[in-house]
């Protein structure tokens, strides 16, 4: 299958009418449009202390990210305040863990989740999320002993979410930073991380 640079697959999702901005329409583009790895190059940023948000294009009906996941990152539990979300890896492998809300609103305060489906992420399958379970965790496993980058589409933007404590069955409402927008690094602290602070990263 042809693969596509980062720009011509930015340019194609900018041509979708935001009446057709649907969950299956958007999927389809992103598995019809593999991007090609090296397109990426001079957004890539990896952290060994946690993985990065790299912004390449926002608008008023969506946003696209980079995360740079080095071996053996994960994200914590979190949802994406009711936003659609689609990811490609472009290379690597990575692992979604969806959660059920067994108790709870879902928002900040107490809250009991259980585990629920789990797929796997790479090249050839592509992930998005699902509206009727939102809470997950995306993981680079420590046993793949390799990178990974997953390109995320959110609509519409947001700049917070809810992050979940399993053994305190609880959530917390976050702010979500920048590393870097349009390859450029964002300034000391303003980047530290994904779903809140450099803390809330493994």
Request: hydrophobic fraction near 35%; proline fraction near 6%; include cysteine.
């Amino acid at each position: 299958m042809r693969t596509f640079s980062i720009a011509e697959f930015i340019q194609g999702l900018a041509e979708i009418p935001e009446h057709d901005f649907t969950l299956d329409r958007v999927h389809g583009f992103v598995a019809g449009h593999p991007i090609e790895p090296d397109s990426l190059e001079p957004y890539l940023i990896f952290r060994s202390a946690h993985y990065t948000r790299n912004l390449l294009e926002r608008t008023n009906l969506y946003e696209v990210l980079a995360i740079c996941w080095e071996v053996g990152q994960q994200s914590r539990i979190h949802n994406h305040r009711g936003q659609n979300c689609w990811m490609a890896v472009p290379f690597g492998r990575l692992l979604v863990q969806n959660y059920r809300l067994v108790s709870g609103t879902g928002e900040t305060g107490p809250c009991e989740l259980a585990e629920s489906s789990r797929y796997w992420m790479d090249v050839a399958h592509p992930g998005r999320v699902d509206p009727l379970e939102p809470i997950h965790y995306v993981a680079n496993p420590p046993e793949l002993a390799q990178r990974a980058v997953s390109i995320h589409i959110y609509s519409h933007p947001y700049d917070s979410c809810q992050v979940y404590f399993l053994e305190q069955r609880r959530s917390l409402e976050v702010p979500l930073h920048y590393t870097s927008k349009f390859g450029v690094l964002e300034k000391e602290g303003q980047g530290s991380g994904s779903h809140g602070s450099g803390s809330y990263n493994r």
